[in-house]
T-cell receptor, first 113, second 116 residues
Framework: EPEVTQTPSHQVTQMGQEVILRCVPI?????FYWYRQILGQKVEFLVS????????KSEIFDDQFSVERPDGSNFTLKIRSTKLEDSAMYFC???????????FGSGTQLSVL | DQQVKQNSPSLSVQEGRISILNCDYT??????FLWYKKYPAEGPTFLIS?????DKNEDGRFTVFLNKSAKHLSLHIVPSQPGDSAVYFC???????????????FGKGTLLTVNP
């Protein structure tokens, strides 16, 4: 069964450093998402992406965050200058046309020290 | 701003019994509801969904009930099995919002433990 893959599974970084989280969505999907879950809290929407542009972003997704689909397969989330409160599990998801289900990757656990 | 609420952080049931997980929502624009299951170190995986035009959807041991007037849905698992032990997330969406604006709003999750 096709799946969303995310790398790395764990990322440790120093506060103020840039990180790039990588995702390969399911190949024929058109809609891409990043969500995050801070330990003990709910899974929160960050951003949605369609047709090579951001469709919607949450309040969390400030100027420190950016997303990119650099080629036909990868979808990345960049955090320019990480803060302690960015520590969370980041999930990538994708969705096909005419389908209401989102398929999630296994997540990247980001730890900012 | 909790548009989707799962008020029970945890639930423990005996193997073979029924598990009932509850979810409430506040946004009357939500018209599609999903349940996801999450094991540790994995992403959420889709379990079952229901459209607002229905009040029940069944798939094997899993049944989702929707009460629109109460803005409440529940997931029934019967019989419960130890392998069902996981965190269950309720999620809601507005299908009518259009393709590129579509997203899921999640509850905080309920940790289900099924004891052998």
């Amino acid at each position: 069964e096709p799946e969303v893959t995310q790398t790395p599974s764990h990322q440790v970084t120093q506060m103020g450093q840039e990180v790039i989280l990588r995702c390969v969505p399911i190949s024929n999907h058109l809609y891409f998402y990043w969500y995050r879950q801070i330990l003990g809290q709910k899974v929160e929407f960050l951003v949605s992406f369609y047709n090579n542009e951001i469709s919607e972003k949450s309040e969390i997704f400030d100027d420190q965050f950016s997303v990119e689909r650099p080629d036909g397969s990868n979808f990345t989330l960049k955090i320019r200058s990480t803060k302690l409160e960015d520590s969370a599990m980041y999930f990538c998801a994708s969705k096909g046309q005419g389908n209401e289900k989102l398929f999630f990757g296994s997540g990247t656990q980001l730890s900012v020290l | 701003d909790q548009q989707v609420k799962q008020n029970s952080p945890s639930l423990s049931v005996q193997e073979g019994r029924i598990s009932i997980l509850n979810c409430d929502y506040t946004n009357s624009m939500f018209d599609y509801f999903l349940w996801y299951k999450k094991y540790p170190a994995e992403g959420p995986t889709f379990l079952i969904s229901i459209s607002s035009i229905k009040d029940k959807n069944e798939d094997g041991r899993f049944t989702v009930f929707l009460n629109k007037s109460a803005k409440h849905l529940s997931l029934h698992i019967v019989p419960s099995q130890p392998g069902d032990s996981a965190v269950y997330f309720c999620a809601a969406s507005e299908v009518s919002s259009g393709g590129s604006n579509y997203k899921l709003t999640f509850g905080k999750g309920t940790l289900l433990t099924v004891n052998p």
